[in-house]
């Protein structure tokens, strides 16, 4: 959020004319070049670079996460780990070869996709999260600094491995 409200602060405060011809990040570095000259493209490709490689670890780290939790806090076997990072690098090797408008066409998809599947467990998880909601506001109601108990909302402690 910082990094994107920075961004755009500089380039709409650089003086350069946002169109068709100059967008994304030739824009970006086009902004950055009227004030650090021919140093800003440089600057700018190399932050490029090294937060593309930061998300994609990062990214990378919650799927292995999610894959342990949904396989039994197990984690899959090295074969299908080898398959699954050899197609993530495929990914990354075609979307750095199409197109921008592609690129983010297949992206509002997938988040598509994501909320498809969060929505209806946002529903379904809404009725913990209000009965923990009104166990805080009734603790703040006596005077006290609220601490969350599971089994103050009915849930079961022995089932959870954080929460007691």
């Given at each position: 959020?910082l990094?994107?409200t920075?961004?755009?602060?500089m380039?709409?405060?650089s003086g350069?004319?946002?169109?068709a011809?100059?967008?994304?990040?030739p824009y970006v570095?086009?902004?950055?070049?009227t004030v650090?000259y021919?140093?800003?493209?440089?600057?700018?490709?190399?932050a490029?670079v090294?937060f593309?490689?930061?998300t994609?670890?990062?990214?990378l780290?919650?799927?292995?996460n999610?894959?342990a939790y949904l396989?039994?806090?197990?984690?899959p076997?090295k074969l299908?780990?080898n398959?699954?990072?050899?197609?993530?690098?495929?990914?990354?090797?075609?979307g750095a070869?199409i197109s921008?408008?592609?690129?983010?066409?297949?992206?509002d998809?997938?988040?598509g996709?994501m909320?498809l599947?969060?929505i209806p467990?946002c529903?379904?998880?809404?009725?913990?999260a209000?009965?923990?909601?009104?166990?805080y506001?009734?603790?703040?109601?006596k005077?006290l600094n609220?601490v969350?108990?599971?089994r103050?909302i009915?849930?079961d402690?022995?089932?959870?491995?954080?929460?007691?």
């Open positions: 959020m990094l994107c920075a961004t755009a602060l380039c709409l405060s350069v004319t946002f169109g011809d100059v967008s994304g990040a570095q086009k902004a950055i070049s650090f021919d140093f800003g493209p440089i600057f700018i490709t190399i490029m090294l593309t490689f930061t994609l670890i990062g990214n780290y919650y799927v292995d999610a894959l396989n039994k806090k197990k984690r076997s299908f780990m398959i699954f990072y050899a197609f993530c690098v495929l990914v990354v090797f075609v070869l921008a408008d592609l690129a983010w066409i297949l992206a998809i997938t988040m996709g909320t599947i969060n467990c529903v379904i998880l809404s009725g913990v209000i009965k923990a909601l009104r166990d506001e009734k603790q703040k109601k005077g609220p969350f108990r599971a103050d009915g849930l402690d022995s089932k959870l491995s954080f929460w007691k």
